[in-house]
């Protein structure tokens, strides 16, 4: 049995997850750890099962894999939290180290295995050892049910809080203006803000990385998902990174602008 501890309130530790069970494991049925609120939508989980993160220490999987942050959001996974036999996997992303690394447990868990999903910074990779870089593919998304979108429109994709859209579409806005465009605004999201201003029209794909292809513009943080999905169109790509407890969007967001030309 394969076994997922994707702890987190987001909808990106889902995503990466599947994308990993997907890339690894032909899409093997496994049991995913989650309180986040997007898995009662069973497009988020597909052929997955849930159970709260709570039921860990009742299990026990063949193999065990930790995603994004080694010891868990709050420092609750250590050693002894893994079931005797148990093979364990970490899916190492980019963190704001100096902060997680005080949260750290005095027997943090020693992967068996670490697949680095991108570039660590040097404390953060010597703390987990030698890894392997993985490439994630995302499951193939069925095209029933996918909205159309109108040509020339700009989609603006996040899952929330409310506040952070708003600011996306203010910052679609300004890139608008500063390009000389009056683009269709479309918000890809999985609901729909109550003051969503009237020119902005919403949509609620899951996946929406079908969508980005024929957009002419995409617009979201740069969160860990969208800024791998949006690799092939880096130049249609503005990314505006919001602040994070653990993630460092910043400095996700300064690489892509480096290595490509998103903005």
């Known amino acids: 049995m394969i076994v997922c501890y ?16 997907h890339t690894v494991h032909a899409d093997e049925p496994a049991t995913i750890l989650s309180t986040s ?18 039921a860990l220490p009742g299990l026990r999987p063949a193999t065990l894999v930790v995603d994004a942050f080694p010891a868990g959001p709050d420092g609750e996974l250590r050693a002894r939290s893994v079931p ?3 093979r364990t996997v970490h899916l190492a992303r980019l963190l704001r180290w100096d902060a997680y690394q005080r949260i750290l447990p005095p027997d943090p868990i020693r992967f068996d295995e670490v ?9 953060h990779a010597a703390f987990l050892g030698p890894g392997e870089p993985l490439a994630l593919t995302d499951p193939p998304a069925s095209g029933a049910g996918l909205p159309g979108i109108p040509g020339g429109s700009w989609l603006i994709v996040h899952s929330g809080p409310a506040t952070e859209i708003n600011d996306l579409i203010g910052y679609a806005r ?12 479309v918000l890809v999201a999985p609901s729909r803000p109550p003051d969503l201003a009237e020119d902005v029209s919403h949509v609620d794909p899951y996946p929406a990385w079908p969508l980005f292809a024929s957009a002419d513009r995409v617009i979201s943080a740069a969160g860990f998902n969208i800024v791998r999905q949006m690799a092939p169109w880096r130049s249609k790509h503005r ?3 919001f602040p994070r407890r653990w993630d460092d969007q910043f400095t996700r967001a300064a690489r892509a602008r480096r290595d490509g030309s998103g903005h």
Do not use: K, N, Q
């Open 174 to 185: 300004d890139c608008a203006e500063a390009e000389g465009r009056r683009p269709r605004l």
């Open 37 to 54: 609120p997007f898995t009662a939508d069973p497009r988020v989980l597909g052929p997955h099962r849930l159970l709260p993160a709570a």
């Open 115 to 123: 697949r680095t999903l991108e570039p660590l910074s040097e404390a």
């Open 239 to 241: 990314m505006l990174p």
């Open 6 to 21: 994707a702890r987190g309130g987001g909808l990106g530790h889902l995503t990466r997850v599947r994308a990993y069970l």
């Open 84 to 86: 005797a036999g148990t």
